[in-house]
């Protein structure tokens, strides 16, 4: 297909990690002490009258407002209008005094319902869920960060989603977010809000770890991150002594445990995290609390902040409960009319109202499953052959013989039961690959190609996963610090390259994502095609699709390649395995 055709169209350790999902029959708050519930009044909150606060925390929901994978709306699972009336039955509850709702970041990229609002579903939902504050996660620089993940006046955007229309006054807060070029903070985020629950202040105070080489480097190449841990320290004693709140809580984007450990219990009475995908909870050994909710709202995270009559504030029951264990609860149905809050749950049908036309459209099948971690020899997954494949097929007309992409660029799996087959449709590559990047087009040397190999052996970012040609390496050094060289490289033609030569060159195409990562072995090179005309990713994966299956004696059949791409020459056995 042409070208112009196309582009027309933890390792930190964790004093509890929940690697299953706790049972769930109905929806379930923070755990309450009969012996300690204050009752609840319709009276002001008076400060000096002590209080339970429940907080409760998402993270890394990538547009899973619902899990919309199987565009069938009877099994839709409606996640966030089931978290949002947990949240509803707390505020209603005698148990608590207040109630603290906050998000860890990472909130729009990864589902159709959201990409193809341009995040508007998911804002609309944190509005009407009545979010107290958002973290900056590293995927709000995807779509353009002071446009589409906070505004000149470091809050939410503006959305419009059906009937639903508002500005958000909800804070987006990270105080370690600097211009490039003045020096200065950005002025579309804030350092920290302070919110009073229950007659308490309660302070928040927003953290990000240098996640800049996960971004596209167009998208942050204008901001710095100072993500110096013992600066934040410092920062957050410096606002606590102007603020002088009753309670502290840092929002960061960032494994928590990590952070709870570098205060004290005066300083920081708990940590909310984000950026890892894991429902985590505990104490640090600083004794600080800290919690974090799984990814694609899976689950909630969720404590009890209980301030005594004298103003002394501990942090109990931190927990993280899944909601996905029992998917039937999720579904809009009669039954489940106690569970789902109308309000959110309106707002997602009307985010797949405005979406849903064309996603249904089956491309083609499948009969082996296409999985991000569906490892072939330690590096290439079925994921990655799939895309990569797919791109070469795309691009073949313009000479390109190879391509590369990265592992954390496609989002999801397609799986298949043995012996059966699976419809690939629009919304499924919409899923796959949710990013919208643009590819790019070059001549690479042997000796780029082996370059370009190796930085990726070293990071997935530089393009992981190819499609093309095999190679042969040796991995020596440590776990902790690998050394990487590649040996050889065979075009898939059985034609071997001259991994030192500078002739000839071999046409390949990669995304922008990886191609602008500085160091790349990109960098600096011209593409072969201007970018103005670059594909999309996704939708030229669907145009390609589209044309195998309306082919001439097409059954409309996909193949999975299930091929090792790269052979690790001195692999232990137990990395061969």
Known sequence: MNRRFIAAVLSASMVFSITACNKVNEPTEPSVDETTVSESSSEPDVKGNGARIAVFETSDIHGYIADISTFDESTFEYRLAYIAQIVNNARASSDYDDVLLLDGGDIYQGSPISNLTDGAVMRAALDVMGYDAVALGNHEFDWGVDKYATEADATLPAYKVGSFENNPDIPV???????????????????????????????????????????????????????????????????????????????????????ADAFTTDEVQLVTGGHVHAGIYGVASSGVTYIQGDTQAKGYASA?????????????????????????????????????????????????????????????YIDTSVEKKGYIDGVSTTGGNFVTALMVKAMEEDGVIIAFYNRGGYRCDMIVPDGETRDVTVGDIYALNPFNNYWLVYDLTGAELKQQIENALYSSNYGDQVTGLTYEYNKYGTEEEPVYEVVSITLDDGTPVDIEGTEPVYRVVTSNYSATLEGSVFEGKTPVFPEVNAPIDNQALIEVLREMRDTEGSDGYIPVDTSPNGICLNASEEEAA
Request: aromatic letters at 8%; hydrophobic letters at 35%; glycine letters at 4%.
């Open 173 to 259: 807060i990270c105080s370690d977010l600097y211009y490039a070029d003045s020096g200065e903070r950005t002025a579309f985020t804030q350092d920290y809000v302070v919110l009073e629950k229950a007659g308490y202040s309660i302070c928040l105070i927003g953290y990000i770890p240098d996640y800049s080489n996960e971004i596209m480097t167009s998208k942050v190449s204008s901001y710095v991150i100072n993500s110096d841990l013992d600066a934040f320290v410092e920062r957050v004693r410096e606002i606590n002594e102007i603020e002088q709140p009753d309670v502290t809580i840092v929002m960061a984007h960032e494994t928590p445990e990590y952070i």
């Open 304 to 364: 009890v902040i209980v301030i005594d009559e004298a103003g002394n504030v501990s942090v109990e029951d931190p927990n993280y409960t899944c909601i996905t264990e029992n998917p039937e609860l999720l579904y809009d149905t009669p039954e489940n009319a106690d569970l789902l809050d109308d309000d959110v749950l309106a707002v997602t049908k009307a985010g797949w109202d405005e979406i849903s036309d064309g996603l249904n459209e089956v491309l083609g």
